[in-house]
């Protein structure tokens, strides 16, 4: 309940105390008897204005002050009430105080002195000049008294108004300097993406030539640095209320696949195990801000990473039915450190880092589990940490999705396979919970595609298994298959599918018939696995992107950027063109046909969306389409939506991530250049 609140309910309840007092002083007195239902009028009328909030709290203040003025008036006529007049009324110069109004104070002391000089006549005209006299005195008196109150009161007002004004200043100062500080912010970071694109741009080339420890450690040092300059930039636009959606049609198992693909990539020193749990029945294709859910998966992902010394991480991600599509919940186990209680309260609340300490294990700026929760937020979503010290913590999400495709992300043919057998030796994990993440994820995963699993710990129970049935498909760890991998070398030839999940520097044996499954392990390769090559239930969304020979200019003011860009795109077969300027872009497009202009959007004399308009038109004098795409550092929230209403086919922000430029290329480049390895499998 607010201060003001408090201080009307305050109000209100001597005001009641007061019409009690006069009612019954009025049947006593036998006053005037009509008056006292007015007055329970007025009572019933004070707390339902309050309680329905009725007027702006001005104008009930008033209402207040004048029901208080005409029950002060009423009694303060009577010549019985000689003695109260200044009692009241100095009560209601004092509670009126709290509201901080030097008007309400002058109005109550101009009635004090008309009550007081209706008083004085009445003792003139009633009582002789002894009487007369005597109350003189007391008259004098009580306006003292009544002015001393008044004048301790309006101090008191005054004091407190320049207090107010004082914070107000100071408020109105910390306002500022926080929004200079979060304008540096965005700005430093918006800066520092350029030379950070150069950084990791030129050691991306370096490294598909040759690769070295050194090379790899800048590569590792800038892709750490730009995700920080991203985190900044996330954290500054959600503490400014500038975060901005920007939803679009993605596929489900291209994100899971964008989480394994930044979990291969990263520092893995403790050789974490990862089990990805995606139900089958999460509808194929929704609408949502694709982008904030990946760094929401990746932040999640890599303070689960941080925080482990051992173990693994389960990642569930499934879905809830609404009237509105889903509710995408995804949740994210780990085994590390886990939190106290103090810290679960403090991660929704801003900065959190388990060791801030200098000499910290861990890395990262602290901003992770803000930006989520941040995000989370404009999504109306909600979040929720469990975790106790030393047990592992699990956060789960829940965000609304509207769905485009509501067939499921996975599904198989259960006339071709029915029984399976999911064989892992416990005693290999030294962390009990890892055991329990691959049973759950087995588990969901034949549930959802209506599949009869099958357990087993050892040979023994997985030929007793296929005595009784027909099993179609065996799956195992690579030391499950090292234990007996002549056995299982075996049973291929009798048509069972033996598939091994194994890490990248797993070597399969000479003339060996196992499937290898890469790690980290997840639904969609087993379902393609099972569907066997029947091409028609699994949706394939990753497309091989055929780029060669196509004719693309690249407009960017920076030098080195046109470097960067230029020997990216080279590798993929495609031949590459620069201008240094707008003006130039428009001269060389005058004189050339491109399949696609990548614009930079901050440059001199001419800006990339001035420049693009120009282009479309001489486009359409020239009988041609073009396809533009902005390439820029600018990549505040919103950024791509304006981009797009603005006219550009797609947006890149820098630096270039491959996954992005891929995703781009393959909405914008008609279907017959991005030719599908999938489509509906």
């Not at 009307?8 to 036998?30: A, D, K, P």
Request: some cysteine; charged content about 25%; glycine content about 6%.
């Amino acid at each position: 309940m607010g201060q003001h609140k408090r201080i009307h309910i305050f109000i209100i309840g001597v005001l009641n105390i007061l019409c009690l007092t006069y009612i019954i002083v009025s049947i006593v007195q036998e006053w005037e008897l009509w008056v006292p239902p007015l007055m329970i009028i007025g009572v019933i009328g004070l707390w339902l204005m309050h309680i329905g909030q009725l007027g702006d709290e001005r104008n009930r203040e008033i209402f207040y002050l004048l029901y208080a003025m005409l029950i002060t008036f009423f009694h303060g006529v009577h010549d019985d009430s000689f003695f109260d007049i200044s009692v009241i009324s100095i009560l209601m110069l004092i509670v009126f105080s709290m509201l901080n109004h030097i008007l309400y104070l002058n109005i109550l002391l101009v009635e004090f002195f008309i009550l007081a000089i209706i008083q004085l006549v009445m003792v003139i005209i009633q009582y002789n000049d002894t009487y007369y006299s005597l109350n003189t005195v007391r008259i004098a008196l009580h306006i003292m008294a009544e002015l001393c109150v008044y004048l301790a009161c309006s101090m008191l007002i005054s004091n407190n108004s320049e207090k107010e004004r004082v914070l107000g200043e100071r408020e109105k100062e910390i306002d500022t300097y926080a929004k200079d500080t979060e304008d540096f912010l965005t700005n430093i970071s918006h800066e520092l993406r350029t030379p950070v694109n150069v950084v990791n741009g030129m050691s991306t080339l370096i490294l598909k030539n040759e690769v070295t420890p050194q090379v790899k450690s800048i590569y590792d040092a800038g892709l750490r640095l730009s995700r920080q300059i991203e985190d900044i930039q996330d954290y500054t636009e959600i503490k400014r209320g500038d975060l901005i959606l920007e939803e679009e049609q993605y596929i489900i198992t291209s994100m899971v696949n964008d989480l394994l693909t930044s979990f291969r990539m990263s520092d893995n020193a403790n050789n974490l195990e990862l089990v990805v749990d995606l139900d089958p029945n999460v509808p194929t294709v929704m609408i949502g801000d694709i982008r904030k859910i990946h760094k929401m998966l990746r932040h999640l992902l890599d303070n689960a990473m941080k925080f482990t010394r051992k173990g693994g991480i389960y990642v569930k991600i499934a879905g809830i039915k609404r009237e509105y599509g889903i509710n995408l919940e995804i949740e994210v186990t780990d085994t590390g450190i886990g939190m106290t209680r103090k810290e679960k309260s403090n991660v929704s609340k801003g900065l959190y880092q388990a060791n801030k300490k200098r000499d910290r294990s861990t890395g990262g700026i602290g901003l992770g589990l803000s930006i989520v929760y941040g995000f989370i937020h404009e999504m109306e979503g909600f979040a929720l940490v469990e975790s106790a010290k030393g047990s592992g913590t699990t956060v789960r999400i829940s965000i609304p999705q509207k769905v485009v495709d509501a067939t499921p992300c996975l599904s198989i043919d259960t006339n071709l396979v029915r029984n399976i057998i999911f064989y892992v030796k416990a005693e290999k994990f030294d962390v009990p919970e890892v055991r329990d993440f691959y049973s759950k994820m087995a588990m969901h995963i034949a549930a959802g595609l209506r599949l009869n699993l099958y357990s087993a710990s050892d040979t023994n129970e997985i030929e007793e298994i296929m005595d009784k049935i027909e099993v179609s498909h065996i799956f195992m760890g690579v030391e499950e298959y090292s234990a007996n991998a002549e056995y299982f070398d075996e049973i291929t030839g009798l048509g069972i599918v033996v598939v091994v999940s194994a890490n990248p520097d797993f070597v399969k044996p000479v003339n060996s018939r196992i499937v290898v499954m890469q790690k980290p392990l997840y639904g969609y390769p087993i379902a393609k696995i099972l569907n066997d090559g029947n091409k028609a239930y699994i949706y394939e969304e990753e497309t091989s992107l055929s780029l060669e020979n196509l004719h693309v200019l690249i407009v960017d003011d920076e030098p080195m950027n046109l470097v960067v860009a230029s020997g990216l795109f080279n590798e993929y077969g495609m031949i590459t063109d620069t201008a240094e300027s707008g003006l130039s872009a428009i001269k060389k497009f005058a004189e050339n046909d491109y399949d696609i202009i990548f614009m930079d959007h901050m440059m001199p004399e001419m800006d990339g969306v001035e420049a693009m308009k120009r282009l479309r038109l001489i486009a359409r004098d020239k009988g041609v389409s073009i396809n533009v795409i902005a390439l820029t550092a600018n990549a505040v929230s919103g950024a791509r939506e304006m981009f797009m209403r603005e006219g550009f086919d797609g947006f890149i922000s820098k630096p270039i991530d491959i996954t992005e430029f891929e995703r781009v290329m393959k909405k914008v480049l008609p279907k017959t250049v991005a030719q599908s390895a999938g489509g509906k499998l």
